[in-house]
């Protein structure tokens, strides 16, 4: 077997990585810190049915953690760092609309003004599947992706 060992290129500025940057490091190491302490490390049969969740959406949202998403600079979530978080979220499985808010709230404009849980239509044949449509005050976002001049 030969094994081949990538350089850097001193004249090139990028290289490809697949793992998060410090930012997407730190949020899972937050959010995964989160969804640990309020289930106690208990199985999530103990908790998935409860009337309310673990994690109440007023906590999720004074932390910013629906805003984490949200471009603004070099300094902000990229793809990686999202995965890495949405990662450390679905350790606890936590009925809350955390994942399709940041996605929403990344890829809106009109989303990023809600204060509330956000979500998006998925379209399934002649309907649409509309995760956490059921939760009471959420909002459905009509169109992801910024639409210049409107």
Same mark, same amino acid.
């Given at each position: ?21 410090? *930012? /997407?490091? @730190? ?6 810190? +989160?969804?640990?302490?309020?289930? &106690?490390? =208990? ?47 679905? *350790? /606890?499985? @936590? ?6 808010? +940041?996605?929403?709230?990344?890829? &809106?404009? =009109? ?40």
């Amino acid at each position: 077997m030969t094994i081949v060992e990538q350089k850097q290129n001193p004249k090139s500025r990028y290289a490809m990585t697949t793992l998060p940057n410090e *930012y /997407g490091v @730190i949020g899972a190491e937050g959010i995964g810190d +989160l969804v640990k302490r309020a289930t &106690s490390h =208990a199985p999530i049969a103990t908790y998935v049915e409860e009337s309310e969740p673990p994690i109440s959406w007023a906590a999720i949202a004074e932390a910013g953690w629906d805003l984490a998403g949200i471009v603004e600079d070099d300094t902000c979530a990229s793809t990686r760092d999202l995965v890495a978080i949405a990662k450390a979220w679905g *350790y /606890g499985s @936590i009925p809350q609309p955390l994942l399709p808010s +940041l996605l929403a709230k990344r890829l &809106s404009a =009109a989303a990023r003004e809600v204060d509330g849980p956000v979500t998006f239509a998925l379209p399934l044949g002649d309907g649409a599947l509309v995760p956490f449509g059921a939760l009471d005050g959420i909002v459905v976002a009509s169109a992801l992706g910024d639409i210049e001049g409107k």
